[in-house]
């Protein structure tokens, strides 16, 4: 097992907030604590915050009152990391990382949607956690054609991250369609509930803005530890 290369601190940050915020725990107007009390709390530097801080102003999401301090707006449909990221822990909220378990070029499942024209696809398997704390396995299939060969060491936290830089696919739109089902055979040792466990369940198909599908992938998370939430609009 891998933990997928991390994300740059302030980016890490910028997103734990944008998701903090979307649950509700910045309230609408509310002052973020001064700068370096902030900093201290994260655990980085001033400089560090204040580049999260920044990304967060860009979007729309923060107002930096010079002599007041830094105020939270809320908006809908924020340009984030982890903008199509749907799991949540129950209180809301929590940053997303990945422990990469494979990855592997392979025949594309035979009961999986039809998503790109090679009939091989990179299958890649991660445990995925929030602020730490496991709450899903996953499979991943992208198409083939997009790239002959796909390691470890290439992934990042945010698949779709990687997709955008290294390979130039934008994920524009998903479909998912939420149940229940077992977890499956090849969940490890390392996660807390074993296979044949009955879990919370995701099945997405990723399309590019052209209306092409690349990716179909499959998510099994702990209900008792997680929510799938979809905001839509203003609240």
């Known amino acids: 097992m891998a933990q997928a290369s991390a994300l740059p601190k302030y980016v890490a940050v910028s997103e734990m907030l944008i998701r903090e915020i979307a649950a509700g725990h910045l309230a609408d107007g509310a002052r973020l604590p001064p700068e370096r009390e902030m900093a201290a709390e994260l655990g ?7 580049k999260s801080l920044a990304d ?17 707006r809320h908006i809908p449909d924020v340009q984030s990391v982890y903008a199509f990221f749907r799991l949540e822990k129950v209180r809301g909220g929590g940053l997303p990382t ?3 378990l494979s990855v592997d070029r392979m025949t594309k499942p035979k009961d999986a949607p039809g998503f790109g024209p090679d009939p091989e696809g990179h299958r890649i398997r991660r445990l995925r956690r929030l602020d730490g704390d496991l709450m899903a396995v996953e499979e991943i299939w992208l198409d083939g054609s ?24 934008v994920i524009a739109s998903v479909e998912d369609r939420i149940g229940v ?14 296979a044949g466990f009955a879990v919370g369940y995701i099945e997405r198909v990723s399309w590019r803005a052209d209306g092409t599908p690349v990716e179909f992938s499959r998510t099994w998370f702990d209900n008792n530890k997680a929510r799938y939430v979809s905001r839509m609009g203003k609240g």
């Open 56 to 72: 967060l102003e860009s979007k729309g999401l923060l107002d930096r009152i010079q002599g007041s301090g830094n105020y939270v």
């Open 44 to 50: 980085i530097s001033v400089g560090t915050l204040r």
């Open 146 to 169: 997009l790239r002959d060969a796909i390691t470890r060491d290439d992934l990042s936290d945010s698949l779709y991250q990687f997709y955008r830089n290294e390979l130039g696919v």
């Open 181 to 194: 089902a077992q977890l499956p055979r090849w969940t490890p040792d390392s996660f807390h509930l074993r």
């Open 98 to 100: 990945a422990d990469v």
